[in-house]
């Protein structure tokens, strides 16, 4: 589903060059649940960035459900993007004058959809997390587990094969950061959804099926001993 070969990254040049990435290789199956955790400083927000399409690596190739998104051209990433890979931030990205509904049928726009055909798969997204009676609200009259709700059901809006998630519970309280990250899990298993998540958070990381971390720019795979250790 996902798969990382070789990859690297840096930034500048000579001796103010910072490899951020060194030679990482990686396959992440379909349906399986992946945390990714490190220090600061580690690579986590590159090697999200880059699975994401949004930087392009130094050398190596990824591939996302066997297309080859480190070859392609800034349009072509952008809309396979849009289409393919849905995202969870840790400040739910939403806008403040649009409701929950509308905030959900925003890809569909982008993607050249009427209002008349987005606006039920935004209606049907939003009961699929528990707030269909919120569909009118706008994100400041919301809790911020219900914000963070509204961000996964806008992810999903295209039923993406990969859904990334960027610190998805570093602004909720650990109540409600345990029901978004049970509803990821739940929504994960129903649809074979596969999810790539970079937390700092153990508890987070224990929701996932792996856990890999990231250590100067290097991957080395725990498995289940840094599963268990997680929780």
Request: aromatic letters at 4%.
């Amino acid at each position: 589903m996902v798969r990382l070969e070789k990859v690297s990254k840096t930034y500048g040049r000579g001796s103010a060059m910072v490899r951020a990435l060194n030679e990482v290789s990686l396959e992440v199956a379909k349906g399986e649940s992946l945390a990714v955790m490190g220090p600061s400083g580690s690579g986590k927000s590159t090697l999200l960035h880059l699975l994401a399409g949004l930087d392009a690596p130094s050398s190596g190739e990824i591939y996302l459900d066997g297309a080859p998104i480190s070859r392609m051209s800034d349009d072509e990433i952008t809309v396979f993007r849009r289409r393919n890979i849905g995202f969870v931030f840790q400040f739910f990205n939403l806008l403040p004058t649009l409701s929950a509904e509308e905030n959900v049928a925003l890809p569909l726009l982008l993607d050249g959809q009427g209002m008349k055909s987005a606006r039920p798969k935004a209606a049907r997204m939003l009961e699929l997390v528990g707030l269909g009676h919120r569909r009118l609200h706008r994100p400041d009259e919301l809790s911020g587990g219900e914000a963070q709700r509204v961000a996964i059901a806008r992810a999903l809006a295209f039923e993406p094969a990969l859904l990334i998630a960027d610190e998805p519970t570093g602004n909720l309280d650990s109540r409600s950061g345990e029901e978004v990250l049970s509803l990821i899990r739940d929504l994960a298993q129903r649809y074979r959804l596969t999810v790539v998540m970079v937390t700092h958070d153990r508890r987070a990381a224990a929701y996932s099926g792996r856990i890999v971390m990231l250590k100067d720019g290097e991957l080395a795979p725990q498995g289940a001993s840094a599963l268990k250790a997680a929780r």
